[in-house]
């Protein structure tokens, strides 16, 4: 189907009627959501709340500016009540950037949208000041909307595209916007009528791929007229497989399209090892070839005043490619078997026909747990990496480093996030826990890095999502 949506859609009054209904669901026990991710803690949400629809709808943020060198401090992006939860981030080259994220616990002046629903926020002039949060599509059956994914077509830099999952986890969404994200048509890429988790989007052209886990393995919708239409494939991996968690995704200027993931070997239990996959489709996605890059030992455990489950701290890897043709790939891998990871980094220069081995990006010692790699990339070698992890005094930061050969040497690392009273979850040390399993980055035509990144108290609540701009 495709629906014509406007980003500034009116919202519509709660009724006393639902007001009382929610305010009593709030007031008993705390409720698991519809239907949640399997492989993830059964993140628990109490809402939508009466409190949180009707607080008062932000105007919007000015971001401080970057130091010459540096970055900017941290500032909150998304509302302001409820919680803002793995957010996605993407720039064009016409100036814009965009954030989406699912917003829990109701949206602000929304009585009709679900928990969660997916919040979009724009800046027109590079990420100095940010327009106020608005829903990006309500589908009126209220059923939930998951996992942001955002990205801007490299062919135009400007058209936009988004994905999430909606109808309690079964459906796969895609949105595009050609007018800088005024207004989306919205398709539904696959409706599997069962749980579909960790959507990945990648773009070129009229080619758009989201990857998406389902009965625990990877499969992936392809389209091939700017998001229209689009046809399923299963990703076949030949090694053993009990989960599959797609990581990253790129489209490189000659057509071939790379998906990675974390093929883990145990079915639902922090047991047995991951293997970090590529996969690579030169047919527009009818076929796939695949090649482990690196292979994790069994995921570190959760602490159980953290809240989240086995697969939370386990291995990941995302990736991304540069204009010359090189590709990228960044991991949180362990080397003992529920033991913390550490952060890596891989390049190939052969269109991913064979991989360097790993390189350590990471000067903290091998007992901190490192989490949550993120990556992007630029003109000829110029790459750009992120992780959290936990060294200064247990408290949780994030990361950056720069490379300009392509991962030969690499700046200092920075970290970009930092103190901000007012929040329990944040300390002159750090932030206590990530909130959400992934954050993101992107590069603007000027060449500023921009970041979005989770915060919180644990796995479950409460937490909110800081954006930081810089080099």
């Avoid at 026990?29 to 239907?35: D, I, S």
């Avoid at 996992?147 to 801007?152: A, G, H, N, R, W």
């Avoid at 990941?316 to 540069?322: A, E, L, P, Y």
Wanted: with cysteine; glycine share 12%.
């Amino acid at each position: 189907m495709s629906v014509r949506v406007s980003t500034k859609k009116p919202f519509v009054v709660l009724s006393l009627l639902v007001l009382t209904a929610l305010i009593a669901s709030f007031l008993g026990a705390t409720v698991p959501t519809a239907q949640q991710e399997p492989a993830k803690a059964k993140r628990k949400t109490v809402g939508p709340l009466a409190s949180v629809i009707s607080a008062q709808v932000p105007a919007g943020v000015i971001a401080p500016a970057a130091p010459p060198a540096g970055f900017s401090s941290q500032t909150r992006l998304g509302f302001f009540n409820g919680d803002q939860w793995e957010p996605a981030i993407a720039s064009d080259r016409f100036g814009h950037v965009y954030m989406l994220y699912p917003q829990y616990y109701g949206v602000p002046g929304c009585a009709t949208c679900g928990n969660p629903t997916q919040i979009l926020q724009i800046s027109n002039d590079h990420g100095t000041t940010w327009g106020a949060p608005t829903t990006i599509y309500i589908d009126g059956a209220n059923t939930g909307q998951w996992d942001s994914q955002l990205s801007v077509d490299p062919v135009d830099g400007s058209t936009v595209y988004a994905s999430w999952m909606e109808a309690n986890k079964s459906d796969i969404a895609v949105a595009k916007s050609t007018d800088f994200g005024q207004t989306w048509s919205v398709v539904i890429a696959d409706a599997t009528n069962a749980a579909v988790d960790k959507p990945i989007l990648a773009v070129r052209g009229q080619d758009v791929y989201v990857s998406y886990t389902h009965t625990q393995k990877l499969y992936v919708a392809s389209s091939h007229d700017g998001g229209q239409t689009f046809t399923q494939s299963e990703v076949k991996y030949t090694g053993k497989l009990g989960w599959a968690m797609a990581g990253g995704g790129y489209v490189a200027s000659n057509g071939a399209v790379f998906m990675a993931w974390a093929g883990y070997e145990a079915n639902g239990g922090a047991r047995g090892k991951v293997n970090l996959v590529i996969s690579k489709s030169t047919n527009g996605g009818a076929t796939w070839t695949s090649k482990v890059v690196d292979v994790s030992r069994a995921p570190e455990k959760c602490p159980a005043d953290y809240l989240c489950g086995w697969a939370y701290l386990g291995a990941q890897i995302v990736m991304t490619g540069d204009d010359a043709g090189n590709l990228y790939a960044l991991s949180n891998a362990s080397n003992v078997d529920f033991g913390p990871a550490h952060t890596y980094f891989y390049k190939s220069t052969d269109g991913g026909a064979t991989w360097s081995t790993r390189a350590d990006v990471s000067t903290a010692g091998a007992t901190i747990s490192h989490n949550f790699p993120a990556i992007a990339a630029i003109g000829n070698g110029d790459v750009r990496i992120s992780w959290m992890d936990e060294r200064t005094n247990g408290s949780w930061n994030t990361y950056y480093r720069r490379s300009t050969n392509g991962g030969s040497t690499w700046t200092a690392e920075k970290d970009i996030s930092d103190y901000v009273s007012g929040y329990a979850y944040i300390t002159a040390d750090g932030f206590r826990f990530p909130f959400g399993d992934y954050y993101e980055m992107d590069i603007d035509e000027q060449g500023t890095t921009h970041i979005i990144m989770g915060e919180g108290n644990s796995y479950d609540s409460p937490g909110s999502i800081w954006y930081v701009r810089g080099q």
